[in-house]
């Protein structure tokens, strides 16, 4: 009798597990980040977490193109078309903040709190908070 090839039935998909908690949404589920080489390969609930117990929607799996998307941003952008067209180009850094601060340094220096400062659910709200009060404006 011929020995049959054996079946990898749970092949390791990673070689470093890192525990932390998602944020894609408030909910803050438990996760194993799973890493191969030093990068994100595979996003999988804490079954230990009190908050999701090992379960992971939809959304917390994709963290991963947080990571890999080929469309993540990676410099900042200028639009160079029409509103809408789509059309921009990489700037760089200091080009961007140098633009940042000649659109906001008039405003601060005259009415700051003419600024509203929105940011959307990031999260890092408590230094946005803390910038826009440096900034001058409650708003
Ligand atoms: S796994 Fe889903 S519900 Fe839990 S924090 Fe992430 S996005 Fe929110």
């Known amino acids: 009798m011929t020995e049959q090839p054996r079946l990898k039935l749970s092949p390791k998909v990673s070689d470093e597990i890192r525990k932390t908690t998602c944020y894609m949404c408030a909910c803050r589920c438990g996760i194993n980040v799973h890493l191969t080489d030093g990068r994100v390969s595979y996003i999988e609930g804490n079954r ?49 903040l140098e633009t940042a601060r000649g659109w906001l340094a008039p405003l601060r220096e005259t009415a700051p709190e003419k600024l509203a400062f929105f940011t959307g659910r990031d999260q890092s709200q408590s230094f946005t908070g803390w910038w826009a009060q440096a900034f001058g404006t409650p708003n």
């Open 48 to 96: 230990d977490h009190p908050v999701n117990k090992g379960v992971l929607c939809a959304k917390g799996s994709a963290g991963i193109m947080q990571h890999t998307s080929p469309a993540r941003l990676r410099a900042p952008l200028r639009r160079v078309g029409p509103r809408g067209s789509g059309e921009f180009e990489e700037i760089s850094w200091e080009e961007a």
